[in-house]
């Protein structure tokens, strides 16, 4: 089954210490991205890559670092995560990223930071 | 990337049509207009999506207008497993990093 998965589905965790959450997609996409959901902004992106070793920053970036080492992972690192990312996370993919793409999402993982 | 409008919110008795309305009179000729819904905090799932012509999936129908100015989601026969949040969505081609631009999007419940 085509999909793209998200570990952990939720985490709780504290000031400072370092997380990743994984996403993997089995589609074979070139494009894989990130984003945060909060109530009242909406989604916004993060992070997205075009390709392997190749990422860019989104609208909301800080904070947050990426890696793109094989094509379909995409984990999302939070080094020293703080209250104020306490959100639902969404990875997402496509084939390439263009206007014409469907992008698949994945379940999220709702992050508690303390 | 053009703005849309949608009411935020519409009731749908089950069996009945859905007609979600959207409204995107910035729109220009080479954007294409993308429907997504999400299910109390899942992921975003991919509804349908057009440019000029009428179009149909085994999802639901997209109507847009001759000036491309507004579109209407039809869900021909609404289940209660339609509740959920409907995001209409316009997507400029030359959009750095292909991300999708969520509004506040259209909550709609369909009862029994």
């Known amino acids: 089954e085509a999909q793209v998965t998200q570990n952990p589905r939720y985490l709780i965790t504290v000031t400072g210490k370092k997380l990743t959450v994984t996403c993997s997609q089995n589609?074979?996409?070139?494009?894989m991205s990130w984003y945060r959901q909060d109530p009242g902004l909406g989604l916004r992106q993060i992070y997205y890559?075009?390709?392997?070793?190749?990422?860019d920053k989104g609208d909301v970036p800080e904070g947050y670092k990426v890696s793109r080492k094989e094509k379909r992972n995409f984990p999302l690192i939070l080094e020293s995560p703080s209250p104020n990312q306490t959100s639902l996370y969404f990875c997402?993919?496509?084939?390439?990223?263009?206007?014409?793409?469907?992008?698949?999402f994945g379940p999220g993982t709702r992050l508690t930071v303390l | 990337d053009a703005k849309t409008t949608q009411p935020p919110s519409m009731d749908c008795a089950e069996g009945r049509a859905a007609n979600l309305p959207c409204n995107h009179s910035?729109?220009?000729?080479?954007?294409?207009v993308y429907w997504y819904r999400q299910i109390h905090s899942q992921g975003p799932q991919y509804i349908i999506h057009?440019?000029?012509n009428n179009e149909t999936n085994e999802m639901a129908s997209l109507i847009i207008t001759e000036d491309r100015k507004s579109s209407t989601l039809i869900l021909p026969h609404a289940t209660l497993r339609d509740t959920a949040v409907y995001y209409c969505?316009?997507?400029?081609?030359?959009?750095?990093?292909?991300?999708?631009?969520f509004g506040q999007g259209t909550e709609l419940s369909v009862k029994p």
């Open positions: 969505i316009v997507r400029d081609p030359y959009n750095q990093g292909g991300k999708l631009i």
């Open positions: 910035t729109i220009s000729g080479n954007e294409y």
């Open positions: 997402a993919s496509s084939l390439w990223g263009s206007s014409t793409d469907t992008q698949y």
């Open positions: 057009g440019l000029k």
């Open positions: 589609m074979n996409h070139e494009y």
């Open positions: 890559s075009m390709n392997v070793e190749v990422t």
